[in-house]
């Protein structure tokens, strides 16, 4: 058998150059990518894409003849063009957007009059509103019941008012701050700490025991609602089912024990949550047996 001529060589050479090549770009643009992810921007504001990271879906639509021209209708109007930017659903001149629910601080500015001169000495002809998002120390207050202490003659005995009744008893929260712990804690995910120092830094002393008892006794109450939620999300013709770990319950000192939260999901946009200590399918036999 003959071996392979000079030119055959050289081919081969080239063949296996170029394979080279492709998969070396390849690699290239496979490290390029996770470099993006390790080293790149965090940041979830929305940036335009280069179009030569992604292209376009609709590109194969851009080598597509442009459309004609509408033809003009002569009975139509000009269109006027707007003389200033137009600030959508803005209540004011400022581009402040709020509801009427938010609670507005009026402030009266006194004006630079000449010396010698008040405002009875002018006339007001108008007034110009500048409308700023400020924020108070606290969202707390105290509410103060006083209950008179009466006689309805003066040989009857003395009668005491009784105070409004509170969510438990001999509870020092109102039912309004209650709620609002729930919802910090849950919804907006602040934890009990958390919120104990921003009650010390408005000047309210309150015990994190308080707030994990108020917490507690508040959830039980929940509890009727939950229940029949997630009856209701079981009769779903479509059910979606999964599961998210969390810190609950203490393993050791000083480590909190791997739990699990596993959310339904119905077909009538509602979501129940079982918690289950474990990963384990006897939890989703448990929960979908029935």
């Given at each position: 058998m003959s071996s392979p001529s000079l030119e055959q060589k050289y081919q081969q050479s080239l063949a296996e150059n170029s394979v080279l090549r492709e998969e070396n770009a390849s690699l290239q643009r496979q490290l390029d990518w996770f470099k993006r992810q390790l080293f790149g921007r965090k940041s979830e504001r929305l940036l335009a894409i280069d179009p030569a990271v992604q292209q376009s879906l609709l590109g194969s639509m851009q080598d597509l003849p442009a459309p004609p021209p509408p033809e003009p209708d002569e009975d139509a109007s000009p269109a006027k063009t707007p003389s200033r930017k137009t600030r959508r659903?803005?209540?004011?001149?400022?581009?402040?957007?709020?509801?009427?629910?938010?609670?507005?601080?009026?402030?009266?500015?006194?004006?630079?009059?000449?010396?010698?001169?008040?405002?009875?000495?002018?006339?007001?002809?108008?007034?110009?509103?500048?409308?700023?998002?400020?924020?108070?120390?606290?969202?707390?207050?105290?509410?103060e019941y006083r209950c008179p202490v009466f006689k309805v003659s003066k040989a009857a005995p003395p009668q005491a008012t009784s105070a409004p009744a509170t969510l438990f008893d001999g509870s020092l929260a109102d039912v309004s701050f209650i709620a609002g712990l729930l919802v910090d804690k849950f919804c907006y995910h602040l934890p009990l700490y958390r919120q104990h120092q921003r009650l010390q830094q408005a000047g309210i002393q309150l015990s994190r025991?308080?707030?994990?008892?108020?917490?507690?006794?508040?959830?039980?109450?929940?509890?009727?609602?939950?229940?029949?939620?997630?009856?209701?999300?079981?009769?779903?013709?479509?059910?979606?089912?999964?599961?998210?770990?969390?810190?609950?319950?203490?393993?050791?000192?000083?480590?909190?024990?791997?739990?699990?939260?596993?959310?339904?999901?119905?077909d009538h946009d509602e979501i129940s949550f079982t918690f289950s200590p474990s990963r384990a399918k006897a939890h989703i036999d448990t929960v979908l047996g029935d």
């Amino acid at each position: 058998m003959s071996s392979p001529s000079l030119e055959q060589k050289y081919q081969q050479s080239l063949a296996e150059n170029s394979v080279l090549r492709e998969e070396n770009a390849s690699l290239q643009r496979q490290l390029d990518w996770f470099k993006r992810q390790l080293f790149g921007r965090k940041s979830e504001r929305l940036l335009a894409i280069d179009p030569a990271v992604q292209q376009s879906l609709l590109g194969s639509m851009q080598d597509l003849p442009a459309p004609p021209p509408p033809e003009p209708d002569e009975d139509a109007s000009p269109a006027k063009t707007p003389s200033r930017k137009t600030r959508r659903d803005a209540v004011n001149d400022t581009g402040l957007r709020f509801d009427a629910s938010v609670p507005v601080k009026v402030i009266e500015v006194a004006p630079d009059l000449p010396e010698g001169m008040s405002l009875d000495d002018v006339e007001v002809i108008a007034t110009r509103s500048t409308f700023r998002l400020a924020q108070r120390r606290a969202s707390f207050e105290v509410l103060e019941y006083r209950c008179p202490v009466f006689k309805v003659s003066k040989a009857a005995p003395p009668q005491a008012t009784s105070a409004p009744a509170t969510l438990f008893d001999g509870s020092l929260a109102d039912v309004s701050f209650i709620a609002g712990l729930l919802v910090d804690k849950f919804c907006y995910h602040l934890p009990l700490y958390r919120q104990h120092q921003r009650l010390q830094q408005a000047g309210i002393q309150l015990s994190r025991t308080t707030l994990t008892q108020q917490v507690a006794r508040a959830a039980a109450l929940l509890s009727p609602i939950h229940l029949a939620q997630l009856e209701h999300v079981l009769q779903s013709q479509v059910l979606a089912m999964d599961e998210t770990p969390i810190k609950a319950g203490r393993k050791i000192k000083g480590k909190m024990q791997e739990a699990w939260f596993w959310p339904l999901y119905g077909d009538h946009d509602e979501i129940s949550f079982t918690f289950s200590p474990s990963r384990a399918k006897a939890h989703i036999d448990t929960v979908l047996g029935d």
